[in-house]
């Protein structure tokens, strides 16, 4: 499976990338799945207008970034929480696309947060959002609270006992992308597709 991870903080001096960066680090580690950071920060996207699929002149990258959405298998959303939920640079790259680019797929949030409660209303809000694009949300969520002392900036794992955090959540994450791929898969050889 390809899984797709977006960093959703666009913000100057950004922690949430952190910890985009160590799931990315994570996942390709056990050779099992592979991972793919999507930086939000990187593809500037203006405020939409109009989505992809009716948009006369799409903005610079989003055409690359919906295929990449599209052809991964699964994904994680992580951001901080801004104001009681997640920033708004994740649900405007969502609104860009149809839900279909979602549907079906497994996702899974991680909220961040400088302080001691990791975001859970970001987290919970987040959820909201993968049943609102037809996405499979995991029970789950990691939350990361006091992330400048958990993450290096480049998603080094500086408190060793958080590792266990990470690996039942991708645990769960992985257990049900697993098991919606093997499905589609099922489905593709009875209806003769394959």
Known sequence: MH??????????NRASHRVAL???????????????????AEYRFPLMEEVLHRHPNPPDGLTDFAE???SSDAHIFVSPEYNGSYTSALKNAVDYLKEGEFARKTIGVASVTTGMLGGIRAALA??????GISGFPIPQMLTVGNVL??????????EPAFEKNIAAFLKNFFWLAEAVAEKKE?????????
């Open 3 to 12: 899984i797709t991870i977006l960093s959703s903080s666009t913000r100057l």
């Open 68 to 70: 990449k959405v599209r």
């Open 126 to 131: 987040m959820q909201q959002l993968v049943l």
């Open 149 to 158: 002392q958990r993450f290096g900036e480049e998603g080094t794992l500086l």
């Open 186 to 194: 099922a489905l593709m050889t009875v209806d003769g597709r394959r």
């Open 22 to 40: 160590a799931l990315e680090y994570a996942i390709n580690r056990q050779g099992i799945h592979t991972a793919e950071v999507l930086d939000l």
